[in-house]
């Protein structure tokens, strides 16, 4: 599962999801992409089980780009534990993900494979999402 | 030489409240500028442009913009330099043209399109696509709708340079030689994949907070349940 290697500081606040996503809002590595439409925090777990829905529906061909990467810890207090006696220990991490980013992209597969492993990836995720291309219109 | 017509409007009030009023009400704001002339705002009908888009040039349109009012219009020369695209509407936001000349070379980008079915990929090969569109800098009417090279001979392990590339007549290309446009890898098998992600997951454990966090909580947690009744009466000692 994806984590950052090291980090300076193990505890971070829960932070705000306003607005929508500053980059990364459109296909740029592969041909196909899966956008968010919703904020929240994506977990490592829920990163690694799209990825892994993705690359089995698509078997060997295609290459897949995770563009989101769970770098914010979350700490949670043990069971049972009255309030109070400090924050709680990390227990994994997350991406903070907002409207309009560009999640995982795929190329070197047709349209209707794309759309069908982002379908599967997209149940595994905790935000609405939306298939995209690349835009040559304008 | 065959130009898309738009009519633009001067625009005279700047700033996001104006600019939040032009989408209102159906306009699009956009500048232009170039040659040396100075920036002109102006808003203009999103639909009106797209409709007179190039359906082969698309982006690379060259329009002759009709800029003012009725009384004293104005034709000016231009391309598409900029689209400020919306997130999510996808909805056009801003626009920015630049004055060309017909004589003077442009920078643009032109799509990059492969044509036919590598030998690799048909042998189980993965088509990895380096460039989608390539600079190149030519004269407006020189600038050509879309590039094309063909891949059929391209095996496992091979790759297509920039120097590969076919150009048309009056067409500079603004990239080195040496960088590959399209390539054909091997795939990995997904027993490799797995690995791959065994390993990271291990280093995370070695490294990483939470995953300390993580055994910590799991030892606090048999603690707790050890002793349960032991630690909530100190807890309310000490609250008393």
């Known amino acids: ?138 | 030489m065959d130009f898309a017509k738009v009519s633009v409007e001067l625009r005279t009030q700047s700033g996001k409240g104006p600019a939040r009023r032009n989408r209102a009400a159906g306009k699009v704001p956009g500048v232009l500028y170039g040659h040396k002339a100075a920036p002109v705002s102006v808003t203009l009908d999103p639909a009106a442009l797209i409709r007179s888009l190039d359906k082969d040039k698309k982006r690379n349109t060259v329009f002759a913009l009709t800029l003012g009012g009725k009384e004293a219009p104005e034709q000016i020369t231009a391309m598409i330099r900029d689209v400020q695209i919306h997130p999510i509407s996808r909805r056009v936001v801003h626009i920015d043209f630049i004055r060309v000349s017909l004589d003077e070379e442009i920078k643009v980008t032109v799509p990059l399109h492969l044509t036919g079915t590598a030998v690799g990929v048909t042998n189980g090969g993965n088509l990895h696509q380096g460039w989608h569109a390539v600079p190149i800098a030519a004269k407006p009417a020189a600038i050509p709708n879309k590039i094309e090279i063909d891949i059929t001979n391209l095996d496992v392990g091979d790759a297509l340079h920039v120097s590969d590339l076919k150009l048309p007549v009056g067409v500079r290309l603004l990239l080195e030689g040496k960088e590959a446009i399209a390539s054909v890898v091997a795939p990995r098998a997904e027993k490799e994949a797995e690995v791959v992600v065994a390993e990271g997951a291990v280093a995370a454990e070695g490294a990483a907070a939470p995953a300390e966090g993580a055994a910590a909580a799991a030892a606090g947690g048999d603690k707790a349940a050890a002793g349960a009744a032991a630690p909530a009466k100190k807890d309310d000692k000490k609250g008393k």
């Open chain 1, 1 to 138: 599962m994806l984590a950052p290697k090291k980090v300076k500081w193990r505890k971070q606040q829960k932070g705000k999801m306003r607005g929508i996503s500053k980059g990364a809002t459109s296909v740029v590595f592969g041909e196909y992409g899966l956008q968010a439409l919703s904020c929240g925090f994506v977990t490592s777990r829920q990163i690694e089980a799209a990825r892994i829905a993705i690359s089995r529906h698509v078997k060997r061909g295609g290459k897949l780009y995770i563009r989101i990467f769970p770098d914010k810890p979350i700490s949670k207090k043990p069971a049972e534990t009255r309030m109070g006696k400090g924050k709680g220990n990390p227990e994994e991490w997350v991406a903070v993900v907002r409207p309009g980013r560009v999640m995982y992209e795929l190329e070197g597969v047709t349209e209707d494979l794309a759309r069908q492993a982002f379908h599967l990836a997209e149940h595994k995720l905790a935000v609405q999402t939306r298939f995209l291309g690349r835009e040559d219109l304008i």
